[in-house]
Structure formats: structure tokens, C-alpha cells
């Protein structure tokens, strides 16, 4: 009923555009809501947020010159009303990349001072060898490679003493392609530099036998997919990290080519943790953007602590952006685990993330069965979809913006989940200033999700949403 009464609301605001106005909004009605008007529930249906629906109106629109004149500026009115505006400055809250005050001293094995020794030594490494990048500016042309595989106890590294001393400039399609297991990158500044957007499409290709991949605080700009994992042969590299990195872009991406912060495709037991994931708007093409997802008939992946802002300004401009999915918007076969794509993830854990200021949903759930979301807190996102009949989510301890929603017949496990204006829980929640506005009694917590966005332990006594004490580490 909420939903109805928001489209009744669009539909009066058309209605109501100045004196001579309102019979030609009523007139082409047929054009805005076509569902709503002959009764099939086609591409628009009950379940929808406001700002998909205004997306879907503006969609109708394209090229009815006349009453986008008249529709346009109230339904851009429209927008900003429920698409609050992102402030300037945004608090990190200590996720992504860190300058270590506690570093334990690496000696290196080798050191490289050049693109040509880095790809050399990184061909040439050994198990337990670190390979360490003098400081300065590389500029890459061609993809770097793994060479050999490193074991569990003795893991390849590639490095920079500190970060921030390494700039590895990629003007190339794939910056770093890693094939073997047991490789550990750490410290680095990746940036994208192509002249066109999809020249510079992954800064880490992670694919086939890249088993226990670390990718650990790094500083990831201007790419497509900054780190992308699938399989390759039939072979799945399973069991990474990816933790403590910033991934960023510093303007919308012009390309058709599909904009993923963290693109996992079949892989199994990845841990995604701690890293600040910012920026990510495509401006061609579908225009459809997330910051992280798995998907491919993958299971047992861990999306945990991570700070989501979908964009940093200006969330109402065109495109349409998803902070966190799994499954995001399917997978063709030949690209799934075993070749099937019934089920798109399985048994993953997205828990103790802060996703803010998403056009469209916070965290999506899409033909993934025996999800847990749990206890994150989503800021100015049209809230938590689950959606496909395969799909099943046990949806408990949210703090969100927006609402929760299951569609075409997913099944959700909803328990003390506070849905609201999160502007009326927190100090500033759209500048994530999130200590708590006023007192918050603890609830009961529960088994499985043992620490908090701040790393601190949770209690039998614990509180809602992402961290379990004064909201903000």
C-alpha cells in the first residue's frame, strides 16, 4: 500500500504541473506507467522504491519531447526529495588502505627498480620469496604475469615497502594477471591511466589455479573491474582475500564494459573484509554499477566490515547503483561453475558492512539460496531485495534506510530488523557520522557473527546494525 500510495503521489505531482498542464499528463499516462494503466505487471510492479519507479517513469519518457518538457522537472523534483543529497566530506571509519605504525619488516629477497625486472622476478619467483618494487612511478603496458606457484607456508610476495611509495601506472586492459596460488600483493597504488575507459578494464585478473590469492591494503583507481576473479580451464581460484584495500574511481566510467569493483564469477571461500569500496557510476551502456558481488555458482563467501558508498555526490544522476549483490544480474552458462547457473551463489555471509548513498538497493540478493545478512546498516539505499523464487535469505539485526523486500516468490527469515530514517538514529548519518543520536538498548545476539564493523566482539547482548556499540568506531 505504501508503494501505491508513492506512485499516486508521481502520478498527482504530473497531474498537477501548472494550469494548462494536468489533461496531458493524464493524456500519456500510457507512456509513464503502462503497468498501471492496462493492469500487466511488466517491468514496472508493486515492490518498487520511489526512485525506481521515478527511473522507470524518466525510461517511459525517452523520446516524447513534448511531455519530458512538461514531467521531467517534476519528477527531477521528485527525485531529490527521496534521493537525499550526499554531503562533501564523508568519514572513512578506518576501512581501506592503512599506514602501518606497527609493520613487521619484510627483508626482501629481490629488488626491483623496473617494469622489465618486476615482470622478470615475478616470473622467475620462488615459494617464500618477496619480491619488493623500489619506490617511484611504473608505467605498465603490458600485463604482468605470475610465474610459478607459492605453497601455505611459503606464499609469493610482491610489495612496496610502504604505500603510497609505489605508483604502478596501467595503461593496459589487465594490469596484474595472477594464475598460480599462494601469492600475496600488498602496498601497492594502482591507477588506471588508459586514454579510453575500456582500455582499462581489471587492475587484478585473479583466475584457473590462483587457489589462497591475498590482496591486502592496496589503493585501486580508475578501472572498470578493479579486481576481477573467474575460473579458467574448469579450474576455479578459490579461497582469496581481499582485505584493507581502497577502491575508487575518480569520475563516472564511460564504457559499456561492466563496472564491479569486486567482480567474483564461480570462485568459492573468498573473504572480502575491511576495504572502502567508493565511486562507482557508469555512464554508457546499461549504466548499471555495483561495488561488490559474487555470483557464477560460487558458495561460502564472505562480504564482512567493509565500508559501500555507491557514489560521493550526486546520487540522482543517471545510472543505477547496487552497493553489495549476490548473483547481481545473472550469469550466462558457459561463465558458471560446472555450467550451471540454477542457483547464482550459495551459503554466503554479508554481515557488519556500512553501505550508503545507492540509488537502488544496499545489498541485493538474487537467485542465491541460504544467504545471511546480518547486522549491517545501510545509509540512504532503497534497502535490502531478495529476489528470484531460488533465492532464500535469513535477513536479522539491519539498521536501514528504505525497506526490506522479497520478489517473485524469494523466501526471507525476517528478525529484529529496525527500518526507518536512519537521519533520526545518528549523530549526521548521511555524512556517516554514526555514534548513536540517543540511547540504544542492547538486544539478543546471536551465534555466527561474532565481531563488528570495528572489529570488537559482540555479545549475548548486542545491538542492531553494523557496529554493536556507539555506531562509529
Excluded at 203 to 213: I, L, M, W, Y
Aim: charged share 25%; glycine share 12%.
Amino acid at each position: 500500500m505504501r508503494t501505491l500510495r508513492k506512485i499516486a503521489t508521481i502520478l498527482a505531482l504530473l497531474s498537477a504541473i501548472g494550469a494548462a498542464a494536468p489533461w496531458y499528463a493524464a493524456r500519456h499516462a500510457d507512456v509513464l506507467f503502462p503497468s498501471v494503466v492496462d493492469g500487466v505487471g511488466q517491468g514496472l510492479y508493486w515492490g518498487r522504491t520511489p526512485g525506481e519507479l521515478i527511473r522507470y517513469a524518466k525510461k517511459r519518457l525517452a523520446g516524447h519531447t513534448r511531455l519530458e518538457l512538461v514531467a521531467l522537472p517534476v519528477l527531477d523534483a521528485v527525485q531529490r526529495r527521496y534521493e537525499r543529497p550526499v554531503p562533501g566530506a564523508l568519514e572513512h571509519l578506518g576501512k581501506g588502505w592503512r599506514k602501518y605504525s606497527d609493520d613487521i619488516v619484510l627483508l626482501p629477497d629481490i629488488h626491483v627498480g623496473s617494469v622489465e625486472e618486476l615482470g622478470q622476478a615475478m616470473r622467475a619467483a620462488r615459494p617464500g620469496q618477496t619480491i619488493e618494487i623500489r619506490p617511484g612511478r611504473y608505467e605498465i603496458r603490458k600485463r604482468l604475469d605470475t610465474g610459478t606457484a607459492g605453497t601455505a607456508v611459503s606464499p609469493i610476495t610482491v610489495r612496496a615497502a610502504r604505500i603510497g611509495e609505489v605508483v604502478l601506472a596501467v595503461d593496459a586492459s589487465e594490469g596484474i594477471k595472477v594464475s598460480q596460488p599462494h601469492w600475496i600483493f600488498e602496498n601497492l597504488d594502482l591507477r588506471g591511466v588508459c586514454g579510453e575507459d575500456r582500455y582499462c578494464d581489471h587492475a587484478f585478473h585473479v583466475v584457473g589455479g590462483a587457489k589462497h590469492t591475498t590482496i591486502r591494503n592496496n589503493r585501486i583507481v580508475d578501472f572498470n573491474a578493479h579486481v576481477k576473479v573467474n575460473g579458467e580451464d574448469g579450474v576455479w581460484p578459490d579461497e582469496g582475500l581481499l582485505q584493507f584495500n581502497t577502491l575508487s574511481n575518480s569520475r563516472p566510467r564511460n564504457t559499456v564494459l561492466s563496472v564491479v569493483f569486486f567482480d567474483l564469477v564461480g570462485a568459492n571461500g573468498w573473504r572480502v573484509e575491511d576495504n572502502l569500496v567508493a565511486h562507482f557510476v557508469k555512464s554508457d551502456g546499461n549504466r548499471v554499477a555495483y561495488g561488490l558481488f559474487m555470483k557464477g555458482n560460487g558458495q561460502g563467501g564472505v562480504i564482512e566490515r567493509n565500508l559501500v558508498v555507491c557514489t560521493l555526490d550526486a546520487i540522482s544522476q543517471p545510472g543505477v547503483r547496487i552497493g553489495i549483490s549476490l548473483g547481481g544480474g545473472g550469469t550466462g552458462d558457459a561463465f558458471c561453475r560446472d555450467g550451471n547457473c540454477r542457483l547464482e551463489y550459495r551459503s554466503a555471509r554479508v554481515a557488519n558492512n556500512i553501505v550508503a548513498h545507492c540509488n537502488d538497493s544496499g545489498i541485493d540478493v538474487f537467485k542465491s539460496s541460504d544467504a545471511l545478512v546480518a547486522y549491517n546498516t545501510l545509509i540512504n539505499t532503497g534497502g535490502i531485495d531478495v529476489r528470484g523464487a531460488e533465492s532464500s535469505a535469513w535477513v536479522v539485526g539491519n539498521v536501514l534506510d528504505g525497506t526490506i523486500r522479497s520478489r517473485h516468490g524469494a523466501l526471507i527469515r525476517q528478525e529484529r530488523n529496525e527500518a526507518g530514517d536512519t537521519r533520526e538514529l545518528f549523530s549526521d548519518a548521511d555524512a556517516l557520522d554514526l555514534s548513536w543520536s540517543a540511547g540504544r538498548d542492547p538486544v539478543e545476539g546471536m551465534a555466527g557473527v561474532i565481531a563488528d564493523f570495528c572489529g570488537q566482539p559482540r555479545g549475548v547482548a548486542d545491538f542492531l546494525g553494523a557496529s554493536s556499540s556507539r555506531g562509529g568506531c
